[in-house]
């Protein structure tokens, strides 16, 4: 983990300066998940020397540290000192290097321990922070998201800035950057500031043009006159959709016919969603292609793009390999570069927009190929592949712990689920075993994000009471905020769930995790249980597909729940947030179809009618066609206010942004 970058030059009239990069990692990051501070010292004739330079940094700052004095020829120590909440050194770790050096860079690797020494003399210790001797460290941006969309430029901007309260501080100073289209790195923040006693900031209070753009934003804490650093800064786009394919302020519903010919996607353009256009990469029949769908701007362009799974293409690899596609803007769909395949995998069965893995401002995309059987039959692999300026790249693939049949990658979803600034990677292994007693169990793997990408080891999260065939982790959705703590929450589906654990019943069940700061490993869920009344035998699988959004503009998370086998005709169901959770019972369920229907089979949230208010889409796939159900400030309606794509044969992926 990189924690400081500083540039030292030698003495004048020496030997050319050569650049020497101090870094900071930490040999084992969860010992030091405690340490809020890094004293980073300079010290003359190498360690326990003349301390000549120091300045503190805390965790989460952007700031570089300033470069200090030219260094003259000699030995010096290059000491890092981390302290916890309680003001107390938790590590110390000095390097010597002798100067001038030809090493371009210098790492300081950081072992932390049990707490020592009190770091703040006479000063006062607070939340980690010396008071008075410490300047105002910076505070956590809790919220937008790096690289969110704030919505529709024809709706009322309800975006707020909101950050934590920073120790110590008693006001801050907001700052935002100029339109910028390349990476968080090279969009910096305005030179002007804002500031507020409060600890957010409507997004209007900063008088900015309407219009679609992408910008960085930041904030530093100050006490009295005297500010600390900013806090890393984050891209936003403002005044876009993340499912507006055109750039005209609505979004577009795509819906995946992957069973016509080798599949094709439908694109109604919003508001009016009328005859739709189509993208066809002309496959092989049996393709699927559509059978997932995603769509969001990948490269801040402004116009969304769209991701497709044909996940029984044959491709390079061998049959039934699987492609995936990507049409930029609603362009002509083109094959994406995903590396080495195997056949009879499967990419492309699960396809999802996970939010900014690596903070560059840019949103990243994860694909499933939930049948991979590299180390063991049908174990699955996810490939990750990074958004930029010039679309996506950097192929990733990530496995772990392969068993046979576990389809690791069979859902898959991302958000910031620590509060870290960085989305995490949520991956769906609902066929694997958890014990004899328990096949097809289920589990879900978060992979953390982080500067330099993903964790190779994720968080395993298993279900409290394992069920055979319970498929935990069948579905996931990541709710950007239910409870307003500016942490994402993540939602898992278990539609295989039955009170008696019966195999032949399959009623269903949804699990809601609340995100937190050091993860979710101990979290009790809240579990959604089915509301509806089947007969005995019957198996709703309510929970097999779940979305997210805000769809009554109040600025929190709700979710949509589908259970395609509830009788007669299927259902969808809508839980709006009730601050810290959602009731137990759902706010509505959208209308009932004609029988055998299987309403609610795949969903989609997003703002079609660009009012600001979420709507949601629902495929009734027994009926080949899409429900549309628009948002207003009571919820989605109840009735669809849409019926589309009669005799198109609607059985697949639905989207109407990430």
Known sequence: MRVIAVTFLGCLGCAPPVPLEWTVSLSDPSLCAGVVAYEARIERDGCGGEVVYQVTRFRGASEALPTPDRLSPGRWGFRVRARDADCRYVADRCIERQLPSDAPALDVDVTCGAPGELGCAAASCEEGVCVEVDPPPPPRLAWPPSAHATGSVHAPRQTRLRWDRAPSATRYEVSLGPPCDGPAADCPPGASTVPTDANELALDALALPRQPERRAWTVRSCRGDACGPFARPR????????????????????????????????????????????????????????????????????????????????????????????????????????????????????????????????????????????????????????????????????????????????????????????????????????GASAPEGGRVLVFRGGPRGLAAVPEVIEPSSPQPVLRFGQALAVLPDLDGDGIADLAVGAPGWDPAASPDRRVGR???????????????????????????????????????????????????????????????????????????????????????????????????????????????????????????????????????GAGLGLRGGVTLGR
């Open 235 to 434: 891209v936003i786009a403002l005044d876009r959709l993340d499912g507006d394919l055109d750039a005209d302020g609505y979004a577009d519903l795509l819906a995946g016919a992957p069973e016509v010919g080798g599949g094709r996607v439908a694109r109604f353009a919003g508001p009016a969603a009328g005859a739709p256009t189509f993208l066809d990469p002309g496959l092989e029949a049996s393709a699927r292609f559509g059978l997932a769908v995603a769509s969001a701007d990948v490269n801040g362009d402004g116009r969304a793009d769209v991701i497709v799974g044909a996940p029984f293409a044959d491709g390079a690899a061998g049959g039934d390999a699987g492609r995936v596609f990507v049409a930029r803007g609603g362009a002509a769909p083109a094959p994406l570069e995903t590396g080495a395949g195997s056949a009879a995998e499967t990419l492309g069965a699960a396809v999802a927009v996970v939010g900014d893995l690596d903070g560059d401002g840019f949103l990243d995309v994860a694909l499933g190929a939930p049948q991979h059987a590299e180390r063991a039959t049908g174990a699955g692999r996810v490939v990750v592949l990074f958004g930029s300026a010039g679309g996506l790249e950097r192929p990733t693939a990530l496995s772990y712990e392969s068993a046979p049949s576990a389809a690791f990658g069979a859902a898959l979803a991302g958000g910031d689920l620590d509060g870290d600034g960085y989305a995490d990677l949520v991956v769906g292994e609902p066929g694997r075993s958890l």
């Open 510 to 644: 949804v699990f809601v995790y609340s995100g937190r700061r050091g993860g979710l490993a101990g979290v009790v869920p809240q579990e959604l249980a089915s509301p509806i009344s089947g007969s005995p035998a019957s198996g709703e699988r309510f929970g097999a597909a779940l979305a997210t959004g805000d769809l009554n503009g109040d600025g929190r998370s709700d979710l949509v729940v589908g259970a395609p086998a509830a009788e007669p005709d299927g259902a969808a169901l809508v839980y709006l947030s009730a601050g810290l959770r959602f009731d137990a019972a759902p706010s509505r369920f959208l209308d009932r179809a004609a029988a055998g229907a299987e309403l609610g089979a795949a969903l989609g949230v997003g703002d079609l009618d660009g009012d600001g208010f979420d709507d949601v889409a629902v495929i009734a796939r027994g009926e080949e066609r899409l429900r549309v159900y628009l948002g207003e400030p009571s919820g989605p309606l109840a009735a669809p206010s849409l019926m589309l």
